[in-house]
């Protein structure tokens, strides 16, 4: 089977689906739309697209003739590419807009993970302020307020101060139909893992784990992710099998219980605390940065598997296959991120870091500015970079992306300096 894929997104994680979908030998063409100037230069792009229209989507998948859309931002799928996409008889890999809501509602999450027993934070949703004010005194500090609602990743504040958590509920609850999520504090270590599911079957990917806080040490406020690592050399060897046993398949089976049946990529974010294994949050497309890191170890061809979980039949995977080693990747951001990043300044040294042995560049925020007949490559985003680099363990894996990252220049950008740092020392340490 040949397939022309189109990709759907701009940031660092399309671009890490590309490359991935281009080593696939059943893959004869990969677009991107609307693409950024990483992906440009290696795979045709559309830069025009919205993407928050399902309809614009759907109407270049049918000018490309694409035999398989993968939709990479979870804003058309709540949207519902994936619904008008099948509409036309297009394969997509995406969760309808029904199943999407597993993102785009917190409460819907809770709903079903209430239905399907699956361990997660006790918490209340709400609509009113002084109901939610009550919460976070049921629960106390350590304060979490989530925008029940899309936030590209920066919807959540978790804090000790009473004062911010009550500031964050007005601000959700401010907005077209407002609504806010108060859980309890979940503590212990978090971990993403990804789950591919035809609606019925779910096949896990290898656990990462990525970094909220803009500054080293998890300082600093929330971002949309500074870093991500895989794998996880202190994490129980059975965790990704408790996985699948007691929250990805009980809840791929309720949604197909209630008629909207999951097909794509359910993310689990997941807390190992104290009383066991809990749900943080579902997100329903792959999440930015751990794939970066993720597929970079991918040896099973992804296309082949992406496109039998369009067509509703993963039995012919059992399991994918992995390269050994380790992978890590530290996002380079544009000053000013998250709260009012500056874009523009062109980004140099790109050639120098992609030269050295086991990184590779991965373009975020990115695009072509053509300045006196030359074209340069400027920031563009939050997040213009992800630097990943590979190698035999996370202290290589560290090394090379670090490397790499050093010897690129964007004024006034800033990363996190100690990625995967301390997981590297228990590894280190174990070793």
Known sequence: MRVKVLVVGSGGREHALVRALLRDPSVTEVVCAPGNAGIAAETPVHGE?????????ADLADALDSDLVVVGPEVPLVAGAADELRRRGRRCFGPSAEAARLEGSKTFAKEVM????????????????????????RFGPTY?????????GKGVVVTDDRAEAIAHVHACLAKPHGAVVIEEFLDGPEVSLFLISDGVRVLPLQPAQDFKRARDGDAGPNTGGMGAYTPLPWAPPDLVEEVVRTVAQPTIDEMARRGTPFNGLLY???????RGLRVVEFNVRFGDPETQAVLELLETPLGAVLAAAADGDLSEFDSLQWRSGAS??????????????????????????AGVLGAVVLHAGTADSAATGEHRVVSSGGRVLGVVGAGADLTAARDVAYDALNRIHLDGGHYRTDIAATAADLEAAGS
């Open 49 to 57: 697209l919205d993407v928050t229209d399902p309809t614009a989507v």
């Open 114 to 137: 209430r239905a399907a027993g699956v361990p997660t934070a006790e918490s209340v949703s709400t609509t009113a302020a002084d109901t939610a004010a009550a919460a976070l005194d």
């Open 144 to 152: 979490v307020v989530k925008d029940d609602g899309l936030a590209a």
């Open 268 to 274: 689990a974010g997941l807390a190992l605390t104290s």
């Open 328 to 353: 890590v990747v530290v996002v380079l951001a544009a000053p000013g991120y998250p709260a009012s990043p500056t874009t523009g300044a062109e980004i140099g040294g790109l050639d120098e870091a």
